[in-house]
């Protein structure tokens, strides 16, 4: 088993020995290369990417994928390439959309697919955008998971990948060497936004009902990740100019102060024209930041995609 879990660059890596303490199984974090043991877990390490090859487990500190590292998507797009119809992939509870490009990969590849049910989700951001872009095949509340997953190992099938590649295009989170403008490999279409980690252009990918965007880096986000991406840039930049704004005021203050003392009183009133300007424009810029933001709606159960298929021996 392999698991993922957005978590701070900074963070102490602590989970898989929580988890190591709730499982006969042996959890660890591993390092790069070491070798894939049958009933061990393995859990991603702060600011690395987890991903797996040929019978070893590999680390990558390549391009975030959705603002994360380490994401989902490049763990589960490994997966699908040397697995196939053997891999299982679930998305549980999250934010944004990490995980759905991944799902669809391993669903091309013959591989089963699950996601926690969002009604009961602390955040069902990413559950809901996997059941809007891939077909999945169980969505279901977590105590169901271990019964269902338990089915599908007991019945595997052990077909072999699916003709349609199972790799995403160059560079990515994955495989991170080399640049798209330099060997001409950037899929898709040219877009006109620019990413958000690093302000290369993006190049707009369609599959399907998904539309992703990657830029010649490797930074990779589907539509809704980049929307947050991009507000994430917009309030720093209003923060920017707000921070300039105030500069602008205390520098101004400070050549009013000089005027006055040196009876300068036609460049005084235009200092004390533009400081007004200033202060009301960093007030208007203010109350935009700090104003309470409209929480995202969730989607009605009622037309939530339908709930998981009677479970049979297909896994």
């Known amino acids: 088993m392999f698991v993922v879990i957005h978590t701070s660059p900074d963070g102490p890596g602590l989970l898989s020995a929580v988890l190591d303490r709730a499982t006969p199984l042996k959890v660890t974090t591993p ?15 702060p600011d690395y990417h987890l991903i797996v090859g040929d019978r070893r487990v590999h680390l990558s500190h390549g391009p975030r994928e959705h603002r994360f590292r380490p994401a989902i998507d490049p763990l589960f797009r490994t997966v699908a390439e040397h697995y196939g119809a053997r891999a299982i992939g679930v998305v549980l509870s999250g934010h944004m959309a990490d995980g759905t490009h991944g799902l669809s990969v391993i669903k091309r590849a013959g591989g089963i697919t699950l996601v926690q049910d969002p009604d009961e989700a602390e955040a069902p951001s990413m559950p809901l955008a996997a059941m809007r872009q891939v077909a999945v095949d169980y969505v279901l509340p977590v105590e169901e998971m271990a019964r269902v997953i338990m089915g599908l190992l007991l019945n595997r099938r052990g077909g072999k990948m699916s003709r349609r590649s199972a790799r995403t295009e160059r560079p990515n989170a994955e495989r991170p060497e080399g640049d798209a403008l330099r060997s001409k490999t950037a899929n898709g279409s040219l877009s006109p936004f620019t990413c958000p980690d690093c302000g290369g252009s993006l190049w707009e990918i369609k599959e399907g009902r998904l539309v992703r965007y990657r830029c010649h880096v490797g930074h990779g986000f589907t539509i809704d990740s980049l929307r947050d991406g991009m507000d994430d840039k917009i309030e720093e930049a209003m923060w920017t100019a707000l921070r300039a704004i105030e500069e602008a005021i205390e520098l101004r203050g400070k050549m009013h102060a000089r005027a006055k003392r040196n009876q300068l009183s036609g460049f005084i009133s235009n200092l004390e024209g533009e400081i007004a300007t200033f202060k009301a424009r960093a007030d208007a810029l203010r109350s935009l930041l ?26």
């Open 31 to 45: 390092d790069d290369g070491d070798p894939i043991r049958r009933g061990h877990v393995y859990v991603a390490p």
């Open 290 to 315: 700090i104003a309470p933001r409209r929480p995202g709606r969730r989607m009605e159960p009622s037309r939530r995609v339908k709930r998981s298929r009677t479970h049979d021996a297909h896994g």
